[in-house]
C-alpha cells in the first residue's frame, strides 16, 4: 500500500460519521447494508449520508453494487487490512507482537 492511499483512507475515516458508518458496513460483513438502513440507524438526511459514502468510496474503503432497485455498500476488507498491515508493520522492533488471525479480517 503506498503511503498517499494511507494518507487518503485515514483522512476519510477522520470524520464522526464516515468512522460510524465504515464500522456499521464493518460489522455488517459481506452482506453491506443498503443507504436507507444506515440513514436509519444513524438517524442523518440521505443526502448527508451519500456525500459520506462518497467520500468512503474515493478512499477505496467502501464499495456499491446494484441488486435489483437497491445499492448495498460493502466495506472493502482487502484494503482495510491492508491499511492494517502498512500501519503495524515493522512493529515491536520486528518481533511478533500478536496473533495473525487477530490482526486480520478474513471476510
Known sequence: MEEHDVVR???A???NLRLQVFRMLVVAGPGGLTPGVIAEQ???PGATLSFHLKELMHARLV???REGRN?????EFGHMNALL???T???CQGEP???VSATSCKC
Open 97 to 99: 507482537c500478536l496473533e
Open 71 to 75: 445499492l448495498i455498500y460493502r466495506a
Open 85 to 87: 498491515g502498512f500501519l
Open 63 to 65: 464499495t456499491t453494487q
Open 9 to 11: 483512507s485515514l483522512a
Open 13 to 15: 475515516l477522520a470524520h
Open 42 to 44: 444513524l438517524d442523518v
Open 89 to 91: 508493520a515493522n512493529c
